[in-house]
């Protein structure tokens, strides 16, 4: 089963690259269940597929707020520390996209994060 889900939020992050297919999404208050897919019990790879819908959808400003409103910005803090290099940078791509509009100290607490998590991939590569 899990195989089914992850094809088809993984198409549907193929789908979200479209604006108008992103308001679709949008209109259908599919957001939320993206957001719960982040979460455990999902495996690694559902996560994400998850996230990069969300990474398409947050390019929408009427999405990026419905995201935020789901309270998945420690989630997202959490998973740039994620093993799977494409679950972090999704991540990272999301909260960055989230933090257009914020104030500087927000900004400068996320690329700190950001930083962090990165530099970990890095050091963890090279070793």
Do not use: W
């Amino acid at each position: 089963m899990d195989d089914i889900l992850e094809a088809c939020v993984s198409a549907l992050h193929i789908i979200a690259k479209d604006q108008q297919n992103r308001v679709i999404i949008r209109d259908l208050d599919c957001i939320p269940l993206f957001v719960r897919l982040l979460y455990p019990p999902s495996s690694v790879p559902i996560q994400r597929a998850a996230a990069g819908v969300l990474c398409e959808l947050v390019n929408d400003r009427l999405c990026a707020d419905i995201i935020e409103q789901q309270n998945c910005t420690p989630k997202l803090t959490e998973l740039l520390k994620s093993n799977d290099e494409g679950v972090a940078t999704y991540a990272a791509a999301i909260l960055f996209r989230l933090s257009d509009d914020k104030p500087y100290d927000m900004k400068n607490r996320l690329s700190q994060d950001v930083t962090t998590a990165l530099y970990r991939d890095e050091h963890l590569m090279n070793n």
